[in-house]
């Protein structure tokens, strides 16, 4: 996987119905934001009831790559598809502190929290 993609949706074993990614390192919009656009759509017509997004790798992100996640979410939403954002680094964290989406996306540092 090149670091500025995210890897693709991955079935997870030990949890039926709930999809995997690997977010890249950074998270600024543009290519990363169309790939991930366009595997949610995918997601939407297979048969999973969550996608968590892991963020534990991702050191940089922007308004572009915040816009990002606030557009999955509401895409998903709509298909009553639940996101979770897996063990973003605290910088992250302090980022949807800032912004108030911590409120409105949900964050869990483990998938034992699921």
């Known amino acids: 996987m090149n670091n500025s993609e995210f890897s693709k949706i991955k079935q997870l ?24 656009s366009k595997q949610v759509n995918d ?9 968590i997004i892991d963020l534990s790798k991702v050191v940089m992100m922007n308004s572009s790559g915040l816009g990002s996640l606030v557009s999955v979410h509401r895409t ?18 302090k980022l949807f502190r800032i912004t108030h989406l911590e ?12």
């Open 76 to 93: 998903l939403s709509q298909k009553n598809i639940k996101l979770f954002l897996l063990n973003p680094s605290e910088k992250i964290l």
């Open 13 to 36: 074993d030990n949890y039926q119905g709930i999809a995997y990614l690997q977010a890249p390192d950074n998270l600024l919009g543009g290519e990363e934001a169309l790939n991930l």
């Open 43 to 51: 997601l939407k017509q297979q048969d999973f009831h969550s996608l």
């Open 103 to 114: 409120n409105i996306l949900t964050i869990i540092q483990d998938i034992s929290q699921l």
